[in-house]
Nanobody, 127 residues
């Protein structure tokens, strides 16, 4: 059974930092690209960034480029999202996901390319 579990969410002041983790099990983690998405109340799910199975390349939404960094530790079956200079409008539930197939040369910003999702971690940003 494939499982993804996010952790590291919480409340942070605007301009602050958080690091989210996504722990995976039930699948050969190192074979698959991974993505981060977020969804705020009343809004559609939004692509944040992704990382290929090998760790390169990565891709980011324009709104987070230069502030957010995705990495992965294949030995620990874990992906990370380092978020710096957080803004109040970025408060949301952040979820990680597995890409559908293994060994894709790139990762995708379309949620339909992902078939396993975690429950999400709540991130709140106080102004």
């Amino acid at each position: 059974q494939v499982q993804l579990v996010e952790s590291g969410g919480g409340l942070v002041q605007a301009g602050g930092s958080l690091r989210l983790s996504c722990a995976a099990s039930g699948r050969t983690f190192s074979d698959y690209g991974m993505g981060w998405f977020r969804q705020a109340p009343g809004k559609e799910r939004e692509f944040v960034g992704c990382i290929s199975w090998s760790g390169y390349p990565t891709s980011y939404a324009d709104s987070v480029k230069g502030r957010f960094t995705i990495s992965r530790d294949n030995a620990e079956n874990t992906m990370y999202l380092q978020m710096n200079m957080l803004k109040p409008q970025e408060a949301a539930v952040y979820s990680c996901a597995f890409q559908r197939g293994p060994y894709y040369s790139v990762c995708y910003n379309d949620g339909r390319q992902y078939n396993y999702w975690g429950q999400g971690a709540q991130v709140a940003v106080a102004s």
